[in-house]
Structure formats: C-alpha cells, structure tokens
C-alpha cells in the first residue's frame, strides 16, 4: 500500500487488482484455474497410467485426480480398437473377422503394455498358490509367472478374440468403446470404496491414498455419459459391471485386506472379457437394441 496526499489529507493507494475486496475475486479466480489445471493434470496422468501414450505437457502429483478420467481413457482406446477393426474390414484382402479380432487383442495389449493382463495373472497365482493374505500378497509381487497365470492369460486372450470376432462378423464391434469405458470405470469403483491391502507401497496407494466419494461418483457420471447414446442397453451393462465389481470387491476384501494394482486390472479385465461374450452372444441382432429408437 502507497500513501498519497489530496486536499482531503493521506489517501491509501492500492495497485491494480489488490484493492479491498478486489483482492478475494482475485484469490478465486486464481483457486479456480488451479483446479482447472488439476483437472488436466488429472487427465494426463490416467492416460500414462494406463497406456503407453505420454502426456506433452506438465505432470502432476494429485494422482486420485486422474480418476474420474478413467472411463474417458477407457473410450478412447475404444475406439483405437474400434478403428482398428473398421480398418480391418475396409481392407481388399478377403473378409477374415478372426484375423481382425487378433489385431485388436494385439492392439490393446501394445497401447496398454499388457498391464492389466500381468495383475490378471499375478491374482490367479496368488489365488492358486496360497490360502494366508500374507502369501497371497507375496506370490502377486513375484515377478516370475506361474502355471495357474498362464492358464488365467490363454483363457481371458481366447475369450476376447473370440468375442471380437463374433462382433466383427456380425458387425457390432460399435460396442467396444462401451465395454472399455466400463471395465476403466469399475477400477474408480474399486479404487475409491476399498482400502489399499499392502503395508508397503505400490503403484495403486497413491490412487487409493485420497481417493473420495467425489471421485467415485464423478467417475460413474462420466460413464453413464458416455454409455447414453448406447441406450437402455448400455445402461443395463453399467449394472452388470457394477454387480460384478461389487462381488469381486467382497473376494478383494475377504481374501487380500483391500485393493492393490494388480486386483484393479483383474477387475479389468474380468469386466472387459464378460461384458464382450455378452455383447457377442447375440451377434448381429444386438444392433436393433442399440441407442434408443427402438424404445419409442
């Protein structure tokens, strides 16, 4: 504050923008673009979470920000797979559903490093190989791959090419996106009503660490947004993912104490392989329940 005289005597003088009462609007709008930037921030960091695609501009540290981003990463890599397939089918070659379902097992394993498949397998040795929380927790940490995990891997890869190229011959592979923003949402369901299960750290604990109901619901609102197009359909899989989640939420508890990274991408991938043989089941007649006109 400076000091200048007038006929009235001292008069404060205050620098642009900090004057009483000015300075509170200030002091908002500045908390306000910061939580716009977290909220970015929060984007970039599921996106290199769960894929291999780095994000170009600053990263942060407020990881359960990220959460809510997670079914959107889930419809993008949607519809990398969705496009994948759509390539595949334009291609002059002789149609061969099979061989396109095998590009997008492929792709989703190469832009997801195969992250969710590796807890898969973690979970089904430590399923397998012990009866204590303890040894369970251990067997998941092994880096060594053990019988029970390759059996769990050959089953969950069989079992997506199988319904991919169900959905491809029959040309409803307009799902796909809606399954993987389910399978990524059901993570923030676990992540944010389950407490993490290791005393050290890991990947998930920083997630788990602040995660909030705020999240959790935030999360599913941005999934059912994008599940909307998709119909009473798309709705009806939000419950059965949730159904299923919440089952395996009791196992996580009961059986481990909690949630670790690898029990997240268990869930995954469970999610994502029941989701896609149900959508697969039908074939093509799953189209004319597609959207809503044919509810009105």
């Known amino acids: ?8 005597g001292e008069q404060p003088y205050y620098p642009k923008g900090l004057a009483p009462g000015a ?20 984007l970039g960091t599921a996106l290199e979470t769960l894929t291999l695609i780095p ?4 990263r942060g540290n407020d990881f359960p920000a990220a959460i809510p981003w997670f079914p959107v990463i889930g419809f993008f890599l949607g519809l ?8 595949w089918g334009l291609s002059p070659f002789t149609a061969w559903p099979a061989g396109g379902a095998l590009v997008m097992v492929g792709a989703e394993i190469f832009f997801t490093r195969g992250l969710h498949l590796d807890g898969l397998a973690d979970w089904a040795d430590s399923i397998g190989g012990g009866e204590q929380k303890e040894k369970r927790l251990a067997i998941m940490k092994d880096v060594s791959l053990g019988t029970f995990g390759v059996l769990a891997l050959f089953v969950a890869l069989s079992a997506k090419w199988i319904a991919l190229e169900r959905l491809m011959s029959s040309g409803s592979i307009i799902w796909v996106p809606a399954i993987f923003v389910l399978s990524r949402d059901m993570m923030a369901e676990l992540v944010t009503t389950l407490p993490y299960a290791r005393r050290e750290t890991g990947m998930a604990r920083v997630f788990v660490a602040r995660a909030s109901p705020a999240h959790r619901l935030a999360s599913h609102g941005i999934s059912l947004g994008l599940l909307l197009p998709f119909g009473p359909l798309g709705l009806a899989f939000f419950a059965l993912g949730w159904i299923e989640t919440r ?14 990274g690898d029990l997240l991408g268990t869930a995954n991938e469970m999610v994502a392989v029941s989701l896609l043989m149900i959508c697969a ?6 189209l004319c329940y597609t959207g809503w006109a044919w509810v009105f």
């Open 247 to 260: 089952l395996f939420a009791i196992r996580c508890r009961h059986e481990f104490g909690g949630i670790t």
């Open 80 to 87: 990398v797979l969705y496009g994948a397939g759509l390539a």
């Open 1 to 8: 504050m400076i000091l200048f005289k007038n006929k009235i």
């Open 55 to 58: 994000w170009p501009w600053k």
């Open 281 to 286: 089941l039908p074939g093509e007649s799953i």
């Open 23 to 42: 300075s509170d609007g200030h002091a908002s709008n500045k908390m306000a673009l910061n939580k716009e930037k977290s909220r970015l921030i929060g």
